[in-house]
Nanobody
């Protein structure tokens, strides 16, 4: 069964860290691009980071440069989003998205054909 499941969201204080996980099933990560998107209330869903099938990474959001990183563990079939120095403006629902048959990354929503249910991240004191 093809599935994408996020976990790891929660409430964190400004300056804190969180690590989100995206567990995929039915995918071969070497053949798939996996991306993280986020959607804040009243805003469009935006691409943040992507990891390609070859393991290269792409950043689509200037606001997270130097603070967020993407990585993967092929054995666990899991992609991670490490978020450091979190800010209130990072508050959003975070989604994991997969393009199962194309290894290259894209920041476009329509490129990805499998999505998780989303996990809420709230940054507040």
């Amino acid at each position: 069964q093809l599935q994408v499941v996020e976990s790891g969201g929660g409430l964190v204080q400004p300056g804190g860290s969180l690590r989100l996980s995206c567990a995929v099933s039915g995918f071969i990560l070497d053949n798939s691009a996996i991306a993280w998107f986020r959607q804040a209330p009243g805003k469009e869903r935006e691409g943040i980071l992507c990891i390609s099938g070859r393991g290269g990474t792409s950043n689509y959001a200037d606001s997270v440069k130097g603070r967020f990183t993407i990585s993967r563990d092929n054995a666990k079939r899991t992609v991670y989003l490490q978020m450091n120095d979190l800010r209130p403006e990072d508050t959003a629902v975070y989604y994991c998205a997969a393009q199962r048959v194309r290894p290259n990354c894209s920041g476009l929503r329509l490129y990805y054909n499998y999505w998780g249910q989303g996990t809420q991240v709230t940054v507040s004191s």
